[in-house]
Nanobody
Framework: QLVESGGGSVQQGGSLNVSCLASGFTSGLTLETKCMGWFRQAPGQEREGVAHIAADGRTNYASSVKGRFTISKDNDRNILYLEMSELKPEDTATYYC?????????????????WGLGTQVTVS
């Protein structure tokens, strides 16, 4: 189970952090063993990948957020983070946390089979 939190409203140029608590992994598995990612979807638009972090900590970012967003994870607490700064109105979307799992779409070399319900981020 993936549960996002931390969304909200912020003015252009501001910062916001969102988190994702992961639970229900098979015993012995943590974020240390999985690739994770953040995606977003704005009304009327397709879902897009925002950032990805591999099991070994390597990261990838969409070009539109590179240099402004930072993805990180706490393997011990099973929490995934997305720090967002210099926010723009075009960053407004529902942000989804996703975890490695069979059957999901492959993005940045990771099959994202598990998804949270999302958290809204609005930049005005």
């Amino acid at each position: 189970q993936l549960v996002e939190s931390g969304g909200g409203s912020v003015q252009q140029g501001g910062s916001l952090n969102v988190s994702c608590l992961a639970s229900g992994f098979t015993s012995g598995l943590t974020l240390e063993t999985k690739c994770m990612g953040w995606f977003r979807q704005a009304p009327g638009q397709e879902r897009e990948g925002v950032a990805h972090i591999a099991a070994d900590g390597r990261t990838n970012y969409a070009s539109s957020v590179k240099g402004r967003f930072t993805i990180s994870k706490d393997n011990d607490r099973n929490i995934l983070y997305l720090e967002m700064s210099e926010l723009k109105p075009e960053d407004t979307a529902t942000y989804y946390c996703a975890s490695e799992g069979a059957g999901g779409p492959w993005v940045w070399g990771c099959p994202f089979g598990y998804w949270g319900l999302g958290t809204q981020v609005t930049v005005s």
